[in-house]
């Protein structure tokens, strides 16, 4: 059986659950696993856009209550995720980024006994469900000793949010506060055995990503291919074989229902959770969402499925200015979508977007 590619936007958006009610934020990222979310403002959005009713403070009272937090359990990459899911998967990733990093914590000077160093003063600094900013938390560093200008700093919470110490929790003015994970949001449950782990990472990529390949999934989880097609083995009759290398979940949401056209955060899930882009972002307009290839993505626009254009948020006095730059001209209809799309992102605001096409 071939899936064609507008097949395959509709199932992907449908898994993905943008734009389809019912869930609220925590519940929403539960169904992704995790999001990716290195730019906090973004990735509010990226939850919001995908809990249809909520808004901003929502989401962030959700990481207030240690509903979700945030940290790198893949790729060195900032994700948010329940808590539980990050130990999860730090399970499975955590050893070989340890690996992967350890040649450039030589470089820093970041030995053991500075690591030793740096658990003791963290632990010191945010015990008893205490947040710290991470200017906060460096200035102890400082006064135990440890120098974290030049990336250590950055070094070092990489290294401790590995080994399940520390995570981004609870908002502040700016960004989020540093709090030690078991203390903010204790385990509710044990950690399986791999083979369970790698079963239930799979099933919750495809949940939220389906249709996709075991080379999308590797490259989501930078897991060895192998591990991949384990799960896969793991996973039986839970998740079929659609052809073409396509895996989706036997148990999987319908297609209809999901408004034509979406506002989208840059990083989203619709374009970073697949090693191929191809059927969502024609690949002539690759570089009008990621300019230069220079792994930043742009907020994009997406009709039907397809990515048609970035667009641009201008914070004024009295609203919020959202300008579309589209790839090609676009008709009065898929104008209007767009315009819902900016209606909706207005609600999640709380303030009101006026919206224009470039």
Do not use: C
Not at 85 to 109: K, V
Not at 306 to 325: F, I, K, Q, Y
Not at 341 to 351: H, K, P
């Amino acid at each position: 059986m071939t899936t064609t590619p507008a097949q395959l936007r509709a199932m992907r958006l449908a898994a993905q659950g943008v734009a389809v009610p019912g869930l609220g934020p925590a519940a929403a990222v539960e169904r992704m696993t995790a999001v990716q979310g290195q730019d906090l403002g973004q990735v509010l959005w990226a939850i919001g856009v995908r809990s249809p009713g909520s808004t901003r403070d929502d989401v962030r009272a959700a990481f207030d209550r240690g509903e979700l937090v945030r940290s790198w359990p893949m790729r060195g990459t900032l994700h948010a995720m329940r808590p539980d899911d990050l130990r999860l998967l730090l399970s499975l990733t955590a050893e070989r980024t340890i690996r992967a990093i350890a040649r450039r914590a030589t470089e820093l000077g970041i030995d053991d006994a500075v690591l030793a160093t740096a658990r003791d003063t963290t632990v010191d600094a945010l015990s008893g469900g205490r947040a710290l900013v991470r200017d906060d938390l460096f200035s102890a560093y400082r006064s135990a000793g440890i120098d974290p200008t030049g990336g250590r700093g950055y070094h070092v919470l990489l290294r401790l949010a590995q080994e399940g110490l520390v995570a981004w929790g609870p908002t502040a003015r700016v960004g989020q506060g540093l709090v030690l994970l078991d203390d903010w949001a204790p385990a509710t449950t044990d950690l399986p055995d791999r083979d369970e782990a790698l079963r239930r990472v799979l099933v919750g990529y495809l949940r939220g990503r389906g249709p996709a390949t075991e080379a999308d999934a590797a490259s989501w989880t930078k897991l060895p291919l192998g591990d991949v097609r384990r799960a896969r083995a793991a996973a039986g009759d839970t998740v079929e074989d659609l052809g073409d290398g396509l895996l989706a979940l036997a148990d999987r949401p319908p297609t209809g229902g999901v408004p034509t056209g979406h506002l989208l955060p840059g990083f989203d899930e619709y374009l970073l959770g697949y090693a191929d882009r191809s059927a969502q972002l024609d690949p002539v307009h690759a570089d009008r969402v990621v300019p230069g290839g220079n792994g930043i993505f742009l907020p994009m626009a997406v009709l039907r499925g397809r990515v048609v254009g970035a667009w641009t948020r201008t914070e004024r006095s009295r609203d919020v200015r959202v300008t579309l730059t589209p790839f090609e001209p676009l008709d009065d209809a898929a104008v209007r979508a767009l315009e819902a799309a900016a209606r909706r992102y207005a609600s999640f605001l709380a303030t009101p977007v006026s919206f224009s096409v470039a």
